[in-house]
Nanobody, 124 residues
């Protein structure tokens, strides 16, 4: 499985960005796709995830600002980020796994496949 993340950039506080994660090489129709982020000097943290059945889970800090979705073919996932704040500045990574269970979808170590990361910078 290969993941290609894109869509990062520089945005002012209060602005929006949509990140994309294109997945290729999946062998199972059952999968979970997640977004994690890592700010400078901090550990990588869970942002949100979506299952093949479009069940979603979000980190508490999202607070309704971010939305995760899949396209109709389920080959590309999206992270729509609204009301961005400087503390959202980070490198955002998409991840995918075909063997998770719902209770593990927030756990970084459970994902086998990772994209290269895309940098989001929010200026104040």
């Amino acid at each position: 499985v290969q993941l290609q993340a894109s869509g990062g950039g520089l945005v002012q506080a209060g602005g929006s960005l949509r990140l994309s994660c294109a997945a290729s090489g999946r062998s199972s129709s059952r999968f979970f796709m997640a977004w994690f982020r890592q700010a400078p000097g901090k550990e990588r943290e869970f942002v949100g995830a979506i299952s093949w059945s479009r069940a979603v889970a979000y980190a508490d800090f999202v607070k309704g600002r971010f939305t995760i979705s899949l396209d109709n073919s389920k080959t590309t996932g999206y992270l729509q980020m609204n009301s961005l704040q400087p503390e959202d500045t980070a490198t955002y990574y998409c991840a995918l796994d075909e063997h998770l269970i719902y209770s593990s979808m927030r756990i970084e170590g459970e994902y086998d496949y990772w994209g290269q990361g895309t940098l989001v910078t929010v200026s104040s």
